[in-house]
């Protein structure tokens, strides 16, 4: 059965197709409010989030997302990229950044909502700091892995400083920064749901908290469901760029089927 | 390598580090002082230093502290009682794998702090919601260490040992764990690290016994030194739990070694 | 005339207790359109010397000059084959891309790179190749696009460090024809380092030996063998099988040399300057 794609298909189909079933029947009669009947639960989705709070708190939310992601992806890189170069910088920012990556990013939100209050530069700034870090370690890691003879190869050829790290330290390195851009996708969303739930008015989850706080049981798993939603099409569309733009890492490994 | 060079060098991984450490508590002692960060929310380095020294000898640190590594602590069970043995499960035959991928895939995603509200709806404000919170979230890494170790034993090994007629848990003993082992202390160091993470967010946002709400109370009552210190010494926990990891990894590990070494002469 | 001068090069690495010598002095002159292969025994410090004369490593002491201009970092007019082709191709760009980086960098426009880098790959026989990968091409391939991105730089003086010795002997035989057929197309200087006596005989006008570390010239031998020259008929000429076991003597006595002075010293209780360093840290 493992052969034939439709097996493997119909395979990786079973548990998700039975789990939800399972839901279904469980729930239907369902009079408690602890476990609304999933019919509840859709009928929540279909009025709240299809389309009414898409405009009102998804934008705002990914908005924020992307905002703070790609600040964190940036600095995260550039200073990861300075480090990486410099074996004396490197010792000497090493002791900081060990200590400031071991605080739990959500404990980053205290320090920004004390000081620079409950705004939306406020979350951005919280979305950033925090995801920086697996971007700036990964880099590090990766500029000091660079080949020294890719370096060679760059002052043989006369190649200046700029075009040596952008068109060879950069891309040498851009494997590990992925792995790191990657965990940091995850950090941003959580860091995104955990910041709205504290003094927000809109987005996904001020949204998710606010139906917990009404008691409103089928909006809260709706809620749970969007944000499950938004963050698998936030990694298939990471995932959907990464195989396109590292296929010549793939292919360079020898695991590419050509 | 010359002795100067090698000198010089030495004296350089110590100065530098120190160097970069005076030059971090200054800047947190000078910001506020000059108002570069807001002096009322923002206190200077002596203010928070002090505040975490009268901690340490304050129960309500040690206490929060125990809370926080008693939840951590069972979680990691939690996570290790169903991560190894499901992954090692999927990473060892093609029909597990493909039964579990979708649904694993698209679990992982999710951010487990969404469920926070679900479970305070259904259960109030529990301690057990951070452990829930924690293995959920500490259950995914180890799971697919546990599926890549196992996926990663050398086929050739695996035919030999049967060959010469090893029965099942011989083979597993032999072949099949030492090989996993590495990548299962691998996966025990990120999920220790997401789990206390994710236990102390637990305890920020829902507000229940532990590191995470000390900061909250602080942070409520405007003892911003003190939350400021309880921050820092969650960060020194976290790093404290991930060297002591590192430390047993390298100690299993270096047996592992030796042992494989003494295996192949058997 | 003169083109590439080097004078009383040498080079030692660290100092005190720990220094290895890898070059103690070398001299030698390349005339412009010459093609000269340095030969010596392992770790004699060939790709030190090559370094040195590329304008990567500063020599201890000694100068190399190009055209009368003393090289103190990589010159213009000179590009390198570096051995291992695999870690001196990028992988992330096709072959065109990486034959026309070094010229992008030297602002040339676009027409033109593009023209140079199609002349090149032309002229090493990877036309058809040319918006492949390097992974996708075979050792051979990914050495000739190496060629190319030195051709298309349009140098003067080509240096190649041992280029054929990761290839199979049939892939080196075509290689090593092609070079030649290059080195009159473009009408360029070469100074090939290998370890092949056969290859360095086959293709030089000039055969420089080297001694083992710290490495000095020994010999300079002049190749009188007819060109074009022929992998059948060169190799069956009995001047060819007398060059060939001249420099195979020299080589295995510079060798033996080598072995015996660093097993002195490392019997010698008190040795000044001891080969603490192996051999192969300065090849």
Request: glycine share 8%; charged share 15%.
């Amino acid at each position: 059965m493992t052969d034939s794609r439709a097996g493997r298909l119909v395979l990786q189909l079973v548990v998700p197709v039975a789990l939800v079933v399972i839901w279904w029947r469980t729930s239907s009669g369902s009079t408690s409010f602890f476990y609304p009947p999933l019919s509840e639960v859709i009928d929540s989705l279909r009025e709240d989030w299809l389309f009414a709070q898409i405009p009102t708190d998804l934008v705002p939310s990914l908005g924020r997302f992307s905002a703070g992601y790609l600040l964190a992806a940036a600095a995260g890189v550039g200073l990861g990229t300075l480090i990486g170069l410099s074996p004396r910088l490197r010792l000497a920012t090493q002791p900081v950044t060990e200590f400031l990556r071991a605080i739990p990013p959500p404990l980053l939100l205290p320090f920004a909502i004390v000081t620079f209050g409950l705004g939306n530069d406020s979350k951005i700034l919280v979305i950033a700091l925090g995801s920086m870090w697996p971007v700036l370690l990964n880099t590090i890691d990766g500029v000091r892995g660079v080949d020294p003879q890719l370096l060679d190869v760059a002052r043989s050829f006369q190649l200046g400083w700029r075009m040596r790290i952008a068109r060879i330290l950069l891309p040498a390195a851009s494997p590990k920064i992925t792995v790191g851009l990657r965990t940091a996708l995850s950090v941003a969303l959580i860091l995104m749901i955990i910041s709205e739930m504290q003094g927000s008015t809109n987005g996904l989850g001020f949204r998710v908290l606010k139906a917990q706080r009404s008691f409103d049981t089928a909006g809260t798993y709706a809620g749970v469901i969007v944000i499950g939603v938004v963050g698998l099409v936030v990694n298939l569309g990471f995932l959907a760029v990464e195989s396109r733009v590292m296929r010549w890492h793939r292919g360079a490994r020898g695991l590419l089927e050509l | 390598m010359s002795a100067q060079v090698r000198r010089r060098l030495r004296t350089e991984a110590v100065v530098l580090p120190a160097l970069g450490v005076a030059v971090a508590v200054a800047a947190v002692e000078l910001a506020p002082r000059l108002g570069i960060l807001p002096r009322q929310s923002f206190p200077p380095f002596s203010e928070i230093f002090g505040a975490l020294a009268g901690l340490l000898g304050d129960s309500e640190l040690w206490g929060a502290v125990r809370d926080t590594l008693s939840s951590w602590a069972l979680s990691m069970v939690f996570a290790i009682l169903i991560a190894v043995p499901l992954g090692m499960a999927m990473g060892s035959s093609r029909v597990g794998a493909l039964l579990m991928r979708l649904t694993i895939d698209f679990l992982r995603p999710i951010p487990s702090v969404a469920l926070i509200p679900i479970l305070v709806l259904i259960y109030g404000t529990q301690p057990s919601i951070k452990v829930a919170l924690a293995t959920l979230g500490a259950t995914f890494p180890l799971l697919f260490q546990a599926m890549y170790g196992v996926a990663d034993v050398d086929p050739v090994a695996k035919d030999t040992a049967r060959a010469f007629g090893l029965g099942g848990w011989s083979r597993a003993r032999r072949i099949t764990f030492p090989s996993v082992v590495p990548y299962l202390t691998t996966g025990l160091r990120i999920s220790a690290s997401v789990a206390l993470i994710l236990v102390v967010t637990g305890e920020y946002v829902v507000g229940v016994a532990g590191l995470g709400r000390e900061v909250l109370i602080a942070q409520s009552g405007g003892a911003y030194d003190r939350m400021y210190a309880f921050i820092v010494a969650t960060g020194v926990l976290g790093l404290g739990v991930n060297l002591a990891l590192l430390a047993a990894e390298r100690r299993v590990l270096f047996w592992h070694a030796s042992q494989r070494g003494q295996g192949a002469d058997e | 005339m003169l083109m590439l001068d080097v004078s009383h090069l040498s080079k030692t690495y660290g100092s005190g207790s720990g220094a290895f010598t890898a070059i103690g002095d070398i001299s030698l002159s390349v005339v412009a359109g010459e093609l000269v292969c340095i030969v010596g025994p392992s770790g004699c410090g060939k790709t030190t010397m090559l370094r040195c004369l590329a304008g990567l490593l500063p020599p201890t002491s000694g100068a190399v000059s190009l055209d009368a201009q003393p090289v103190t970092r990589p010159p213009r007019q000179m590009a390198v084959v570096f051995q291992d082709y695999s870690r001196s191709l990028l992988p992330w760009l096709d072959v065109v891309g990486n034959v026309t980086l070094p010229l992008k960098a030297a602002g040339v426009r676009k027409p033109r790179r593009l023209a140079l880098a199609g002349d090149a790959l032309a002229a090493v026989g990877l036309a058809e190749h040319a918006h492949k990968y390097p992974w996708q091409l075979s050792g051979g391939m990914q050495q000739r696009a190496a060629i190319a991105r030195a051709l298309a730089y349009q140098p003067e003086i080509l240096l190649m460090d041992e280029p054929f010795a990761s290839v199979d002997a049939q892939t080196r035989a075509e290689l090593e024809d092609l070079l030649l057929d290059v080195w009159t197309r473009f009408d360029i200087t070469i100074l090939l380092v290998t370890h092949d006596i056969d290859e360095a005989v086959y293709l030089a006008d000039r055969v420089v030996l080297l001694s083992g570390a710290p490495a000095i010239v020994t010999e300079s031998l002049t190749v009188d063998l007819p060109r074009p020259r022929d992998q059948i008929a060169t190799k069956e000429m009995p001047e060819f099988a007398h060059l060939r076991a001249h420099v195979f003597a020299a080589v295995k006595a510079a060798g033996d040399q080598a072995r015996r002075d660093a097993a002195s010293e490392a019997s010698a209780p008190d040795a000044a300057a001891g080969v603490a360093v192996g051999p192969d840290a300065a090849a």
